[in-house]
Each structure stands twice: as C-alpha cells, then as structure tokens.
C-alpha cells in the first residue's frame, strides 16, 4: 500500500494506527472535515492551529493536538510545517480521551511517531512494530495536558465575535462595538459571554492575543514584534502578562539556531 496524503486514504487501514506525513507552507489552512479515526495532530516543525466548534487549539513543536472521532476542525499552519498524523481506530482503544485537547511530547513519544512513520502502512501485527504502536498509545493516555486554547461559545453571534477576533488578535474594537456587532446590549453580551465561555471577554481577548503572540515566537518572531503584532504597545508589559499566564518569559520559547534544527527531520 502506497503512502497517501490524503487523510481519507488512513480511516480504513486494516490496522489499529495509520500515519500520515507531510509538509505544509506557512499560511496552509485545511477547512472544516471531520474523520471516523481519532486523529494525534503532531508538527515536528512550525505551529498547528486547530479550531472545533468549541475551542480553537494550538500545538508548538513538542506538543501535540488529540482529536476524538467525528469531531469537526479545521486547521492553520503558522510556519512551514512538517506533520506527522496519526489516525487511530476506535476499536483499537476505546478508552483514549474523548475531549480535544494539548498535550505534552515527551522525547520518547516524539522518537515513537517518527519511527511509526517510517513504518510500512500495513505494519506487522506482532514483533516490534506492533509493540512501537501499543507504547505509542500507553503515552497518549499518559500524556501530560496543557491550556493552550481559547474556548469558543455555542452562541452564534458570539461566535462569530470569536472567529474575528481570533483571525486578527490585534485589533482593539471596544466592548460595546462587539456587543452591537452581536446584536446584544453590553451586559447580555457580557454576561452570556461568561456563561458560554467560563471567562470574560477581556480575559478571553487577552488568551488569545497570548496564545497568538506564543505561535509567533515560536516560529522565529523576536519577542517585541510579536507584542505589536498582537496588539501590545509595550514588550516589556506584554513580557509581563506573558510571565503571569505561562509561568516563563517569552524568551523560553523563542526559536534560536540550535533548537530550529533539532525541530527539523
């Protein structure tokens, strides 16, 4: 069986993973589908962006996306990325999470997917092959998760507030511009806001603009553009709520020589 780029290709594998490779340039977007696998979205290389109905998600090198069955995503490329997907049947292990969600790769997990990818399609079903897959999925219940997302609200007006604002973060449209785009008064809007999302809207607004900012470091932004880019005036304040929300300086995740080789394979 010949190797595919085209996750449809990988539902139907008579194996319990199946592994996609590619590559995409920087600004790839991949619209709204759906897969009957569950689906492990992992980039060796650049930033994954993957939006639900309910949370937009986003994985940095070593960290990876989990996607139940059937649920619909879309998803963005911020950076060239190299993926490495993994399409996992239902039946195979039917007790991994059923929420989408980030995760941590640790080295072990990250050299497992690499290796699955260079196996055959059609892998052996005892052995070592076999055996790389079930550790594979051992992991994936372990696995670590992190809060790097934004929740999305069921509201459709509200939605679509979300869905402006997450394609431009920098934008400073005040509250009650919003809240008349949404057709709401001020206080509905803020209130069912908070009931949909669990936060405010500023504190949504400023998750985003964070989370954003993060996936432009990461792909080789220096902190201080990154700040403007997202809509901070000053580095040195945005350094600040950076520290408070992700317990370390944006400098820990910039993209320096040594670590932008050791992401590329």
């Known amino acids: 069986m010949q190797r595919s780029k085209k996750g449809i290709d990988y539902q139907y594998v008579p194996r319990p993973i199946a592994v996609l490779t590619d590559e995409y340039p920087s600004g790839f977007h991949d619209p709204l589908h759906s897969h009957p696998r569950a689906q492990l979205v992992y980039a060796i290389s650049g930033v994954t962006i993957l939006t639900t109905q309910n949370a937009s998600y986003v994985a940095l090198p070593q960290r990876a996306i989990w996607v139940p069955p059937g649920v619909e995503h879309e998803v963005f490329c911020r950076g060239r990325v190299q993926i490495r997907t993994l399409y996992i049947s239902p039946e195979a292990a039917p007790d991994l999470p059923q929420s989408c969600h980030v995760f941590e790769v640790s080295n072990l997990l990250r050299e497992l997917i690499i290796a699955a990818a260079e196996l055959p399609i059609e892998y052996s079903l005892e052995g070592t092959e076999a055996h790389i897959m079930a550790l594979i999925l051992d992991m994936i219940r372990a696995a670590p998760r992190i809060p790097l997302f934004v929740p999305m609200p069921a509201n459709k007006r509200l939605a679509h507030v979300c869905s402006t604002i997450l394609a431009d973060p920098a934008q400073d449209t005040p509250l ?25 809207f500023e504190t949504w607004r400023r998750q985003v603009r964070l989370i954003d900012a993060l996936s432009r470091i990461a792909t080789g932004h220096s902190v201080a553009s990154a700040a403007l880019d997202v809509g901070y005036n000053s580095p040195s304040a945005f350094a600040a709520v950076f520290r408070r929300t992700f317990g370390a300086p944006p400098t820990h995740y910039a993209v320096t020589e040594s670590t932008q080789g050791s992401q590329i394979s």
Do not use: L, P
């Open 176 to 200: 009650d511009e919003w809240a008349d785009a949404a057709a709401m008064g001020r206080r509905t809007f803020t209130r069912t806001f908070r009931r949909e999302t669990g936060m405010s």
